[in-house]
């Protein structure tokens, strides 16, 4: 169909909206919708720029459904069931299926992202690759979830400050991230053992080397003095790499790896079937699992986390309601 046939140069593998719809239903996963017009300038040097970047386009491939959309197409365009067309009504007449996505405010281009639940999130306007990067990261690792996007942006800039010097200093200083502690950390047998010893929980942080909200994780969060003084004073800490092939001791039982690319039986035994990173699994000295916690997670939010469990809150009550009252020392 004319309305959503690829624009060289991109490496990116387009599908058709009804395409993305069907393989969506079999494997929810966000979908990357380019809503754009022949007309539009600044939609063909998106395509010739960002999208033509190979690192660009091969996250998007491998993260998203990504689908280009003609605003003022006169296909017919069924999805979920429903099915869309162009009135034809006014000047340069737009589809009903652009005015669904996009809310009815029309600018173009439009990046439509959607959740795993479908739910449509619209950023207008041209992005380059630098700007892109974070906004992928944000829909792709279900980021939105817990933070606001301009907490994310921030943070992940100051993670690749080269990158990002020109946009760092646009930043009041008030609002910089602070990254002037450092967690110590201890191996997988060591943690195990002085938690039996000192009686302080052992918290095994798991990630991969592919989580790219695992690196602001580590590299942005951990180092906030609070966290750090936090974690080094009540916790005996790990990190672990879920696909790591080597062998770990926990508790004095051995767990190997499974080869490379597959997850340790350590990921396994701790995680079950749930892998999703970064992941946070907390352990009491009495061995056993207390929580774990997948996805990112903001400053002030590992904060709350972190004195709960340390302070044995859950005993008497709910997560919800310890939230309720406590006062954390990191702003926001």
Not at 202 to 227: A, H, M, P, R
Request: charged share 25%.
């Amino acid at each position: 169909m004319f309305s959503q046939t690829i624009v060289e140069p991109s490496p990116i593998k387009w599908l058709t909206i009804e395409q993305a719809d069907s393989l969506f239903d079999k494997k929810p996963k966000p979908m990357l919708i380019d809503v754009y017009t022949d007309w539009c300038g600044w939609c063909k040097y998106m395509m010739k720029t960002t999208f033509a970047n190979k690192g660009i386009a091969g996250y998007i491939n491998t993260n998203f459904y990504p689908v280009r959309f003609n605003a003022e197409t006169f296909d017919t365009i069924t999805y979920q069931g429903k099915q869309y067309i162009n009135p034809g009504v006014g000047g340069k007449p737009k589809h009903d299926f652009a005015k669904y996505l996009l809310n009815g405010r029309f600018s173009f281009p439009t990046i439509v992202y959607t959740d795993r639940k479908r739910n449509l999130y619209q950023i207008p306007g041209y992005t380059e690759i630098k700007d892109i990067e974070p906004l992928l990261v944000y829909f792709s690792e279900d980021i939105y979830i817990n933070a606001r996007y301009d907490e994310w942006k921030i943070l992940y800039e100051f993670n690749y400050k080269k990158v990002y010097t020109d946009d760092i200093a646009k930043i009041d200083s008030v609002n910089f991230p602070d990254t002037s502690g450092i967690v110590l950390t201890k191996s997988l047998k060591d943690a195990s053992e002085l938690c039996l010893k000192n009686k302080k929980p052992l918290l095994i942080y798991i990630y991969t080397d592919w989580c790219q909200s695992c690196k602001v994780e580590d590299g942005i969060v951990f180092k906030n003095k609070v966290i750090s003084d936090l974690i080094n004073e009540k916790y005996n800490f790990v990190k672990f790499n879920a696909a790591s092939q080597k062998s770990e001791t926990l508790f004095g039982d051995i767990y190997k790896g499974t080869g490379p690319g597959r997850p340790h039986q350590l990921s396994y035994a701790l995680l079950k079937q749930s892998f999703k990173f970064p992941a946070f699994v907390f352990i009491s000295p009495e061995k056993v699992k207390l929580n774990e916690m997948h996805g990112f997670i903001l400053p002030y939010q590992l904060e709350d986390v972190l004195v709960y469990f340390s302070e044995e809150k859950y005993k008497t009550q709910s997560f919800e309601e310890f939230v309720k009252t406590f006062k954390g020392k990191i702003k926001h």
